[in-house]
């Protein structure tokens, strides 16, 4: 009989010990906008993305177009026993269309998860590319990258990639008080040709390193996005570099086995494209494609329209853009000095 009583202490113990832990969870289940400073505002949808801790509030509006500051009062619901350590009444005041708000969120034990919120309307946040910051590089330099932060920015570049080389073909430059992207074709030490690129999505270093052979291996492409433009506005200007080439490994599996270097007749080309897809957990579909390429453009910023060609009817749930100053430069072609300038991206409806 002593011996069940112990067992029974033992178990009771163990259970209530149980109890009596403290959740390291820090999640945000749930998210309402309850009220908006703007009444002209119409929110569409919310979406949670518990994976990378994003949050995105959709408007069925161009936020380039009204006033700020907005205040948004909203009802977040959190995993069980947590609590909010910044905004903990809910209120969140923007000062732009391109601010994100990081959340705080604090579990029962102290453990914290930062949250980011983003406004996502009818244009593409920092779309005038004003914003950039500096990042430290793989050889341990600073460089600029565009963007408030790296985990703010719905813009990326590869300079990450080629930073071990302090190669950054993708740079800041500024006219007056105006901030424009330069993304350039160089090259490396190892790699004969390698293009400069702006993107939506992100850049994925360890998809890099995992994959050197592969450079689309590093990319994910698209940011949330759920409207129809009719086409999008670009000011660019374009000059080719002097010898186009193909670079191809001796070894496919090898980057740094060297490269056969194949010089070719064809002037170098850059690219403007952009993606509208509706994406969910079975399939991806295009909706919607714009494609721009050209050769040297005029010496001046020519304001340049892409119009949207449509293939389906559904409403996107994502928009990739993508800026290149080599067309099939993650196939090691184009011509090192090859530079696109590119300033003030619009979507037109």
């Known amino acids: 009989m002593m011996k069940k009583l112990l067992v029974l202490f033992v178990f009771v113990g163990l259970l209530m010990s149980c109890n009596e832990e403290e959740s390291g969870s820090a999640d945000i289940i749930d998210l309402s906008v309850t009220r908006l400073s703007n009444d002209a505002l119409s929110v569409t949808d919310i979406k949670i993305d518990s994976y990378f801790n994003k949050l995105f509030i959709f408007f069925d509006n161009d936020l380039t177009q009204h006033p700020f500051p907005l205040t948004i009062t909203s009802n977040i619901k959190l995993s069980s026993g947590a609590k909010m350590s910044t905004f903990a009444d809910g209120e969140l005041e923007f000062s732009s269309p391109d601010e994100a708000k990081q959340i705080v969120v604090e579990a029962e ?159 170098d080309q850059c690219s403007v494209y952009a993606i509208l897809e509706h994406r969910d957990d079975q399939e991806v579909v295009e909706i919607a494609r714009a494609e721009f390429s050209s050769t040297t453009t005029a010496d001046e910023l020519t304001l340049t329209t892409i119009p949207f060609v449509y293939s389906a009817n559904e409403l996107p749930t994502h928009l990739t853009v993508v800026f290149t100053s080599s067309k099939e430069g993650d196939l090691w072609k184009g011509a090192v000095g090859s530079t696109l300038i590119v300033d003030k991206l619009k979507m037109i409806y």
Do not use: C
Request: aromatic share 14%; net charge negative.
């Open 109 to 267: 034990d102290g453990t914290q998860e930062k949250w980011y919120l983003y406004l996502i309307h009818q244009q593409i946040q920092n779309a005038d590319f004003e914003h950039w910051f500096t990042n430290v590089g793989m050889n341990g330099k600073a460089y600029e990258e565009i963007g408030y932060s790296l985990v703010e920015s719905f813009w990326a570049t590869a300079n990450m990639g080629t930073s071990m080389y302090s190669t950054y073909g993708t740079q800041p430059v500024y006219e007056g008080e105006e901030t424009l992207v330069q993304v350039k074709t160089d090259s490396t030490s190892q790699v004969p040709v390698t293009a400069g690129t702006l993107f939506t999505g992100r850049f994925d270093i360890s998809g890099a390193i995992a994959n050197p052979t592969d450079p689309k291996k590093a990319t994910f492409f698209g940011i949330p996005f759920r409207h129809r433009p009719e086409a999008m506005q670009v000011w660019l200007k374009y000059q080719a570099g002097d010898q186009t080439i193909q670079a191809s490994l001796r070894d496919p599996n090898n980057i740094f086995g060297g490269f056969t270097v194949t010089e070719l007749d064809d002037p």
